[in-house]
């Protein structure tokens, strides 16, 4: 079990952990407040915020080379049994409409989540996940082309996400469980939660991939991200028009006009106005009789 943590991606991040490809690995998370707060009068306003934002590892895949391709198993996502939801002061559509920071407690139970008088399913998530960038440091509450801070509701267990690998051993990294998070996260947070993820890490040599992308059940995601929902909405795009072309055959035209009558584009972190990028993912459903998108 890996249990050191880190607030950045970054190539010169010290690996706490090498592992050959197919390796196993268990990360112990703490939530994305550094579980600094333990009841409802602590105020996120409060905390220390040099502390916000751990990620567990990094992790050195041996042959893992710029130019490759990480392959991440979600296999167990564990979460505890109370997280944390906050507002937070200037975030989100509804700035001056409520608190500007409440912090409420909300109990997880039997794979249900107690909020106020109702249940709900819990739908534990993986908000903070991805590689080293080339070059420099990115805090990890932030999103890129290198995984961060994505906040995709639907990176759970049993789903496998792709990574560009960017630096040697790759330097993987994960954190900020969510017992559950709604599409978009308006208001900033999900059900911060700290817990226990156990991942598979293999890799797939020489495939150019720009952006990370995920693989469920039964869709393909590429993920992007920027300031600018735009350029977030064309990343993802361009990402995912490559993909397809490559893997069956068709021309750029007609991958456009699939994605626009088949495709699927949605929000997955879209708490506006903050200071935090928008985060976006281009999905299309599996196709039986083509190739698959990455060939793993
Ligand atoms: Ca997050
Ligand atoms: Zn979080």
């Known amino acids: 079990m890996i249990e050191s943590y880190v607030y950045h991606f970054s190539p010169d991040n010290e690996p706490v952990k090498r592992v050959e490809k197919g390796a196993t690995v268990t990360f112990k998370t703490l939530d994305c407040f550094s579980n600094q707060i333990k009841s409802e009068e602590q105020l996120i306003t409060a905390i220390d915020f040099d502390r916000v934002n751990p990620a567990t590892g990094p992790v050195y895949v041996e042959g893992a080379e710029p130019g490759d391709v990480l392959v991440v198993d979600i296999l167990k996502i564990k979460v505890g049994d109370v997280g944390i939801a906050s507002t937070l002061p200037e975030t989100g559509p509804l700035i001056g409409k409520v608190e500007s920071s409440r912090t409420k407690l909300i109990p997880v139970k039997d794979g249900k ?135 069956y055959g068709w021309d750029m035209t007609d991958v456009y006009l699939y994605m626009s009558v088949r495709g699927s584009f949605e929000i997955c972190q879209g708490c506006k106005p903050s200071g935090f990028p928008t985060v976006v993912r281009f999905g299309v459903p599996k196709v039986e009789e083509k190739p698959r998108l990455i060939n793993y």
């Open 113 to 247: 989540v107690i909020f106020n008088d109702i249940e709900f399913p819990a739908n534990p998530m993986i908000g903070v996940i991805g590689v080293a960038p080339a070059e420099g440091k990115v805090p990890c509450g932030f999103p890129g082309s290198h995984g961060g801070n994505m906040d995709c509701n639907k990176i759970v267990e049993g789903a496998r996400v792709y990574f560009p690998v960017r630096t040697p051993g790759a330097l993987f990294q994960l954190g900020d469980l969510h017992a559950s998070m709604g599409d978009g996260e308006i208001c900033g947070t999900g059900i911060e939660i700290p817990g226990e993820v156990t991942v598979k890490i293999d890799l797939v040599k020489d495939f150019p991939l720009d952006w990370p992308v995920l693989e469920t059940e039964d869709m393909w995601y590429a993920i992007a991200s920027d300031h600018e929902f735009e350029k977030a909405l064309r990343f993802a795009s361009e990402q995912m028009q490559l993909l397809v072309s490559k893997a």
